[in-house]
């Protein structure tokens, strides 16, 4: 691995919806360099666009990012067909339903859709994210990673806890991991947030390749009726959005 | 814009770290036409040993920027989505660009769109085809529009210091095609100056054939940050009244031009 790019990856985890601006002052002390390392970095990162310099001499996100992710096929289809699904899969069972991606040890929302008796948690909104490990979601996203890499990431640092009821130990979440490739449905119960239990399925690309999860959020309460008698909606829901990104984006040869 | 146009020196431009200078390469070659790429294949279009390009690769892997496929290849990695997400909350656009530019369009009756300055080009942020509206690759979100010669180009470059534009111009061509010629800079340099006079940009099938455009632009205090645009068909643009559009589009981009509001 290239150091220099690690550190540059820290230092773009440092702009978020929360901070959007950071300057290099603030940068160097947060990595632990000097004034003219983290200036050398953010101004790198500004030559190739992925971030812009505001008047102040502070840095924000650039639009390169928007550019590039546009270039993502699967993107637009997944949107696109997602929110139908999901819309589609939120009115017969009446639950709040999402489309997340992995992205380093997080589960990004890319859509939500929130009927009348939804949980509507802010975490869950589209462009959020949270920790991989304690969604539903994100435990069937990390199935897919080469074991080498699931392990690793597992090990990497404490895991963040969110509620009483997280599993932090590293052991017991690659447990629930496996649990959830075995039956192709990952749970999540009171771990994310308390109260709300989420079930997620696989979405597969034109490789067979696991790009997204479809899921589900209820009040706990719910869960067990929902589990015998809407789950297999959930399953053909990531079907069809399977089937759409397989028309879609044909697979590389 | 201000001053005249001088030599090819971006004075803000600062020497790129090499590892930032090759990641930059590495993502440019990643495209909707080619989304996979395997470490051999990066080695040969970047001339570098496959060792150096794994390690590359396995690097910008590890921070999301691409992702590994079970196949051991590459694609651009879903860090992207959420780094363009927070981009477009960060600028103020998150839940407001797309509806305004719908708005504007369907009262309108021809296609709306809003881009922003990529770095290199006008970048297509959202876009809105009504009922018989024109369409086009060009008009796509995430499409990169012609360097100069679309009337939203002219908006967003004629906010630019000269320094910048030159730099542009010398360097990535603004054409696509490298150095502009002088005569053509020399009518680029004419035509943002007439741009930042009159307030819009206008691009009379110059961009692209069968299609007129109007552009105004977004300010976020004294800053041009986008450029709201109309496309019509020529027919369309000789019988319109002038004033009632550039109404309606200052009209949206004022809205647009406000800061956003709190996300809750």
Redesign the interface.
């Known amino acids: 691995m290239l150091s220099s790019i690690l550190k540059t990856g820290r230092v773009l985890d440092f702009f978020t919806e929360s901070t959007p601006e950071w300057g290099a002052t603030q940068v160097a002390a947060a990595i632990g360099t000097s004034k003219s390392n983290a200036h050398a970095i953010l101004s790198s990162l500004e030559a190739i666009h992925l971030l812009q310099r505001t008047e102040s001499g502070r840095y924000r996100l650039g639009w390169r990012s928007f550019a590039l992710a546009c270039q993502i096929g699967e993107m637009a289809v997944l949107k696109d067909h997602g929110i139908r699904y999901l819309s589609r899969l939120a009115a017969v069972t009446g639950e709040t339903t999402h489309l997340g991606v992995h992205r380093g040890n997080e589960l990004f929302f890319l859509a939500r859709v929130a009927p009348p008796h939804g949980v509507k948690p802010k975490a869950g909104s589209p462009g959020s994210s949270l920790p991989a490990h304690l969604t539903a979601s994100g435990r069937m996203l990390l199935g897919a990673l080469p074991a080498p890499e699931l392990a690793s990431l597992l090990s990497s640092g404490p895991l963040p806890r969110l509620t009483r009821r997280t599993a932090t130990d590293p052991a017991e979440v690659l447990d629930r991991i496996e649990e959830a490739q075995m039956t192709g449905c990952a749970v999540s119960v009171d771990e994310a947030i308390d109260g709300v239990a989420q079930l997620a399925v696989p979405v597969f690309d034109a490789a067979g390749a696991m790009i997204a999860a479809v899921g589900v959020s209820m009040p706990t309460e719910r869960l067990d009726a929902f589990r015998s008698t809407q789950q297999r909606k959930l399953a053909t829901a990531a079907r069809n959005i399977s089937r759409a990104v397989r028309a879609q984006v044909a697979a590389p040869t | 814009m201000t001053g005249g146009i001088g030599p090819p020196a971006y004075p803000?431009?600062?020497?790129?770290?090499g590892?930032?200078?090759k990641?930059?390469q590495v993502?440019r070659l990643?495209?909707?036409e080619r989304?996979?790429w395997s470490v051999v294949d990066v080695a040969q279009a970047l001339g570098t040993p496959t060792s150096s390009a794994h390690?590359?690769l396995?690097?910008?892997t590890?921070?999301?920027?691409l992702r590994r496929?079970?196949?051991g290849?590459y694609?651009?990695?879903?860090?992207?989505?959420?780094?363009?997400?927070?981009?477009?909350?960060?600028?103020g656009f998150?839940g407001r660009g797309a509806p305004e530019v719908r708005r504007l369009a369907r009262r309108l009756g021809h296609t709306g769109y809003l881009t922003?300055?990529?770095?290199?080009w006008p970048?297509v942020?959202t876009s809105t085809v009504p009922q018989g509206g024109v369409t086009g690759p060009q008009m796509r979100?995430?499409?990169?529009l012609p360097g100069y010669a679309s009337a939203s180009a002219k908006v967003l470059l004629a906010a630019m210091p000269a320094t910048e534009v030159e730099w542009h111009a010398a360097t990535i061509g603004l054409l696509g095609v490298g150095d502009m010629l002088a005569e053509h800079r020399r009518k680029l340099r004419t035509t943002l100056l007439a741009t930042a006079a009159s307030g819009f940009g206008a691009d009379i099938e110059e961009s692209t054939p069968g299609v007129c455009s109007v552009a105004l632009p977004v300010r976020r205090g004294d800053?041009v940050v986008a450029a709201l645009a109309i496309a019509m068909r020529p027919a369309d643009y000789a019988a319109c009244d002038r004033r009632q559009l550039l109404a309606a589009l200052a009209d949206t981009a004022d809205r647009l031009s406000q800061d956003a509001p709190a996300?809750p």
């Open positions: 803000t431009r600062r020497p790129v770290l590892t930032i200078e990641s930059d993502l990643f495209s909707t989304a996979e390690e590359l396995s690097s910008l590890a921070i999301g920027l496929t079970d196949k290849r694609r651009l990695g879903w860090r992207l989505v959420s780094m363009a997400s927070d981009t477009v909350v960060g600028n998150a922003v300055w990529d770095g290199e970048l942020l979100r995430g499409a990169q800053r996300r």
